[in-house]
């Protein structure tokens, strides 16, 4: 017999050890995967470097980048946490960023930045205010609505951008044809910080208090501890007076709201040349559900997994003198999500056939015992 | 107003070419739905069917381009579909990760090695003829839909029997609801829970593959492998036995008037008929989206769908 910090800390070396291997794994197919379709996997992963934080003003670049990622993934935590699972953020983030645009261009003065991410924040939340409908009313699965919204959303913005008077630009000099619409002027532009040659828009730290924000929130508040109970099991939160149906759509709502505001910052921050067009999500979405998932739902573990897919993202437009396709970034992101989601399954299996159930050895965090009345 | 849009639906409902197009779009799904349906049945929501689709469909692209035959082709489509299966299948019901991270990241997976591997090895397949059946195929409206298409089509034929007698007339498919109704009770009659869900899961790879392949050698607008083919068709195909209330009939039924709705996007410009193209590319999703809301509340689903089972765990 061990004793209990012994097996403990034993536990955390092999999960550790587990992570290293995965991990490894996970990139040496990356990089055989280069190889094999006869392109340098070390010139790859220089450019990746390069773009991503070596070459001057990149890492500014990155945190930029990083921002609408840790929103979205803020608010794919949010729904987790309610135990639902909301896969729609690109379409919500799509339709956000537009009725962010729709505001933007039509108000000016001090209030407008204000208005513009109010209104994306509207925006996506109404978007996935729509899948939760369709959950609390007619039994409908989130997951399905949600993924057929993203495709609604994509061609649905691109609609918009065909009329003038929804978001096509109006202006006489533009190219005939292009679909976008006006630019933002100087009043509704998220400012920049300079630093070592760097510079990143005032949003980045937004998004770092709102990520401290969103933790406080789940963990430390009655409001939280209702969602952490609701995703837990459902009938207990019913037993204990949450209000099941209210609590469930609110979260997915926010979830989207908050891939909503991640669009409008993108917007206003200046991403397509503070224009919005189609294909203007750009998988930032997809991106953000991702980090939400390698993070395990921990709202403070996203920040730095939203900058390491922020640099694959970065670091991609670098690509392009190796002659090795940007879309194997796909594939080395996609590969390390699945590295980083086996090595935690394969320690709660062990640890299952060590000591067999107590029913909490499943969860990785303790099960919420429930006292109040 | 009222005249033309009458007559506009008299158009559309006389052309033979949208129903010959609807049921090409329909047999598609049906691969995937029908594996699905399995899988559903014995308690998985097995959104990878879209990655397992664009993997039967590149795989089984690559393989024409280099044999010139269909039906390895469409052999190395199952396969590929199958291989996705397996991750799904052991991720999510051995290592009990969350099945739908686990689909949602396989389906970004695949569709990236899928664009990766195409933009180094472009697969060009020749469409597959479609087989005339004489006499048949003359038939008025329906003739060419039901009796003249390319070949691969038609084993959706013996596919829909095969799972319905697997399901229904097999100890193993009774094992499998059970599964998907109630594995508690399962496991204590001595059914292993999760390799029961493993097969079907297996199941719905093969045959999902399957339609990949056959959706890449058997559309006529297709040529080769495009990352937009597939297009969230596997999710339509979910949508599809969702819709069908989790029965089998219902899903077929589902993936003909979804597979309608994809013929007539294609179909209305050909017949004159000018709408947006983008809000005509989102009419079948907005159609399996209404659909499913107005069906889904109404039938009974399997009982322990989406959820884990982790012995010991109630």
Redesign the interface.
């Known amino acids: 017999m061990t004793r209990p910090d012994q097996a403990t800390a034993r536990r955390a070396v092999s999960l550790l050890g587990l992570y290293v291997l995965s991990v490894t794994v996970a990139l040496v197919l990356s990089a055989l995967l280069i190889s094999i379709t006869g392109g340098p996997w070390r010139g790859v992963l220089n450019a990746l470097l390069d773009g991503a934080i070596r070459k001057p003003g990149r890492w500014g670049d990155t945190l930029a980048e990083a921002t609408p990622l840790l929103i979205v993934s803020l608010g794919a935590i949010v729904s987790a946490r309610a135990g639902l699972v909301n896969i729609g953020q690109e379409g919500q983030l799509a339709v956000g960023a537009a009725t962010a645009t729709y505001v933007a261009t039509h108000l000016s003065g001090p209030l407008a930045i204000a208005g513009a991410v109010l209104a994306g924040f509207v925006g996506g939340a109404l978007w996935a205010g729509i899948a939760a409908l369709l959950k609390y009313w007619r039994k409908v699965p989130e997951v399905i609505t949600t993924l057929l919204l993203v495709f609604i959303a994509s061609q649905g913005t691109g609609y918009l951008l065909t009329r003038t008077f929804l978001l096509l630009d109006d202006d006489p000099n533009k190219p005939n044809r292009v679909q976008t619409s006006a630019q933002l002027d100087e009043s509704t532009r998220i400012g920049y910080i300079r630093i070592f040659g760097n510079e990143f828009p005032w949003s980045v730290v937004a998004a770092v208090v709102l990520a401290i924000a969103v933790s406080v929130v789940l963990h430390r508040t009655t409001w939280g501890f209702r969602l952490t109970v609701l995703g837990r099991n459902a009938r207990t939160a019913q037993r204990i007076g949450v209000p099941v149906v209210i609590a469930g759509a609110t979260a997915l709502a926010l979830s989207g709201a908050f891939a909503g505001l991640a669009g409008a910052v993108m917007l206003t921050a200046g991403t397509a040349n503070y224009r919005f067009t189609p294909g203007f999500a750009n998988n930032v979405g997809w991106e953000g559900l991702l980090v939400a998932l390698v993070a395990r739902n921990r709202p403070l573990a996203c920040i730095p997994i939203a900058f390491v897919f922020a640099a694959l993202r970065t670091g991609s437009g670098f690509l392009a003198a190796t002659g090795v396709e940007r879309s194997i970034v796909d594939v080395v992101r996609s590969l390390l999500v699945l590295a980083l989601l086996v090595p935690p399954a394969v320690a709660v299996m062990r640890q299952r056939r060590v000591t067999p159930p107590p029913a909490a050895a499943a969860a990785d965090e303790p099960v919420v015992s429930v006292v109040v009345a | 107003m009222i005249a033309s849009a009458l007559g506009a639906v008299g158009d559309i409902l006389g052309a033979d070419a949208m129903y010959n197009s609807a049921m090409r779009f329909a047999i598609v799904l049906a691969f995937a739905a029908i594996g699905e349906w399995v899988a559903e049945r014995s308690g998985t929501?097995n959104?990878s069917l879209e990655a397992m689709m664009i993997g039967g469909a590149y795989t089984a692209s690559i393989t024409w381009s280099s044999t010139e035959s269909v039906p390895l082709a469409l052999l190395a489509g199952m396969l590929a579909g199958l291989l996705v299966s397996l991750v799904q299948a052991h991720?999510s019901h051995q290592?009990?990760?969350d099945q739908?991270?686990?689909g949602?990241?396989?389906n970004?997976?695949v569709?990236?090695?899928a664009?990766?591997?195409d933009?180094?090895?472009e697969a060009v397949t020749q469409v597959v003829q479609p087989t005339r059946i004489p006499v048949l195929v003359d038939i008025p409206l329906v003739g060419e839909a039901f009796f003249g298409q390319p070949w691969p089509m038609y084993l959706v034929v013996p596919l829909v029997p095969l799972a319905w007698w697997l399901m229904f007339r097999t100890r193993w498919g009774l094992e499998l609801r059970s599964v998907g109704d109630s594995p508690q009770a399962a496991d204590v009659s001595g059914i292993h829970v999760n390799r029961r869900r493993r097969q079907a899961i297996m199941f719905a790879g093969l045959t999902s593959g399957l339609g990949g392949g056959v959706l890449v050698l058997g559309q006529i607008s297709i040529a080769g492998y495009e990352s937009g083919h597939v297009?969230?068709k596997g999710?339509?195909a979910?949508?599809a036995v969702?819709f069908g209330g989790w029965t089998l009939r219902g899903t077929i039924l589902g993936c003909l008037l979804f597979g309608y709705f994809f013929a007539l996007q294609q179909t209305l410009p050909v017949l004159g008929y000018r709408m947006?193209a983008?809000?005509a590319?989102?009419l079948p999703?907005?159609v399996?989206?209404f659909f499913?809301?107005?069906f889904?509340?109404r039938t009974r689903q399997p009982r322990a769908l989406?959820q884990p089972f982790?012995?010991?765990?109630?």
Do not use: C, E, K, P
């Open positions: 929501l959104i991720l290592l009990a990760i739908f991270v686990v949602l990241t396989l970004i997976f569709l990236g090695l664009l990766f591997l933009s180094r090895w297009g969230l999710i339509i979910i949508a969702i947006n983008q809000l590319a989102t999703y907005l399996a989206l499913t809301a107005v889904a509340a989406a982790v012995r010991g765990l109630a």
